[in-house]
């Protein structure tokens, strides 16, 4: 089933090494920046509240730029030096002793970052086939999600908030891990390049920029229904869940824990089940099923918090099956909407489609805990669910009506014939 699910070029398939490695890195660090920042560097909660959200702002804030360079200049030219700024801030993380200071690396850390995802995406779409490349990007969120899990695990193992060295090396190595990445990128010389069309008689076809991705009609539906979908999921996990699992369904920090490993269990079991099943089907249909889940998991969370007051493992159990399903959903959601994003774009254009794709993340992610908070206070969460449940289902009937707007290649169900990547393109 891997060799079926693996990229035809070789150059996709180091790349895709690369993913896992960078990923164990940012495992090491991921679950422990607040603790950091509140318990061992001594900043307030609001303060490093504070951080955290700046880093949002400044990613979300670079991004476009970030499309526009992979556009002008090659991925390959942006995402090595922001690779190299991140694998800096992340060091430098380990050195902040002040909230100025804390500030300033995040704003390295952000502007590395801010175009990373989108310029990777823009070369594996580039090194891959319209009937390979979902299997691909659900490949690569697995790796991604195997390689969060190894570092959560090994670092969970090393932290102790009474030393500080322990963060420390922690940061560096992560910093490191940006760099493996890097260095298969560097040593792929064809790869990354700048994707130019030519119309005939040899001249570039005419680009375009932002205005011209938006007057996609197709897409601008793809971005709405995944600013819903993100808002009311991925965008929720970190403040509403946490917080409806913990003051509402009264489960301990623990059970959290073990609900995020399940998240991650689920989507490294079932990722590659998944892409075979949805392998020739209707991606807007997935995407609808999608928004039905994770519904479905949040009525789950709800179901927690009503029998929490008399059976407490009940409860424990619903917190953990709400983060496995989610994870299943994720597992329908990780291929199909960076395959639809590629389906839709042109090679003028695909770092800013691919930047606008990742845009949405950011943006719900603004949106998203800002909302949780009044919405849990409300009727003791049952508001929170509501909304949420309800957010996801709207977002299923916005991918639906999309299935309308595509031909059956863009939406998935024409059987194309495997095409070699044209050599032209990769080493221009």
Same mark, same amino acid.
């Given at each position: ?287 609808? +099923?999608? @928004?039905?889940?994770? !519904? ?5 969370? *709800?179901?927690? =918090? /009503?029998?929490?007051?008399?059976? #407490? ?35 003028? +254009?695909? @770092?800013?489609?691919? !930047? ?5 993340? *950011?943006?719900? =992610? /603004?949106?998203?805990?800002?909302? #949780? ?56």
């Amino acid at each position: 089933m891997l060799r079926r699910t693996l990229p035809r070029r070789p150059e996709a398939r180091r790349l895709l090494i690369g993913t896992l490695l960078s990923a164990i890195g940012r495992g090491l660090t991921l679950p422990f920046l607040f603790i950091y920042l509140t318990d061992v560097r001594g900043l307030t909660d609001t303060r490093a509240g504070l951080v955290i959200g700046w880093y949002g702002v400044v990613t979300l804030a670079l991004s476009p730029l970030g499309g526009t360079l992979i556009d002008r200049f090659g991925a390959r030219r942006v995402v090595v030096p922001c690779l190299l700024i991140e694998a800096v801030g992340t060091g430098s993380l380990a050195l902040v002793n002040s909230t100025g200071s804390a500030l300033l690396v995040m704003t390295v850390v952000a502007t590395g970052s801010s175009a990373i995802w989108s310029g990777f995406n823009t070369i594996l779409a580039s090194l891959t086939d319209d009937d390979e490349r979902q299997r691909v990007f659900g490949l690569n969120f697995a790796l991604l999600n195997l390689g969060i899990g190894v570092g959560g695990m090994t670092s969970g193992a090393i932290v102790d908030t009474a030393r500080l060295i322990t963060f420390q090396a922690l940061y560096l190595l992560d910093a490191v891990s940006y760099l493996m990445p890097a260095l298969i990128l560097l040593s792929l010389s064809g790869v990354g390049h700048r994707l130019v069309n030519r119309a005939a008689g040899g001249a570039a076809a005419p680009s375009g920029g932002y205005l011209t991705v938006l007057r996609d009609r197709p897409f601008r539906r793809l971005v709405i229904f995944g600013l819903v979908l993100t808002t009311c999921g991925y965008a929720q996990v970190e403040v509403g869940f946490t917080a409806f699992a913990v003051r509402v369904a009264e489960v301990s920090p623990r059970v959290v824990a073990w609900a995020l490993a399940a998240n991650t269990v689920m989507i490294v079991l079932a990722q590659l089940l998944v892409i075979r099943r949805i392998e020739g089907r209707s991606r807007t249909g997935a995407l609808a +099923l999608v @928004g039905a889940v994770f !519904a479905t998991a949040w009525l789950v969370l *709800g179901v927690g =918090g /009503v029998v929490s007051t008399g059976n #407490a493992l009940l409860a424990a159990l619903c917190v953990v099956a709400c983060s496995a399903i989610f994870g299943f959903g994720e597992t329908m959601l990780s291929p199909v909407m960076p395959a639809l994003t590629n389906a839709l774009a042109s090679d003028e +254009l695909r @770092g800013r489609y691919n !930047a606008m794709s990742s845009m949405i993340f *950011g943006i719900s =992610g /603004v949106i998203g805990p800002v909302t #949780a908070g009044p919405l849990m206070g409300a009727a003791n969460g049952v508001v929170w669910v509501a909304v949420v449940v309800g957010g996801c289902l709207v977002a299923s009937v916005i991918a639906l009506s999309l299935g309308r707007l595509l031909t059956a290649g863009q939406d998935g169900r024409a059987t194309t014939t495997p095409t070699t990547s044209d050599p032209a393109l990769a080493s221009a």
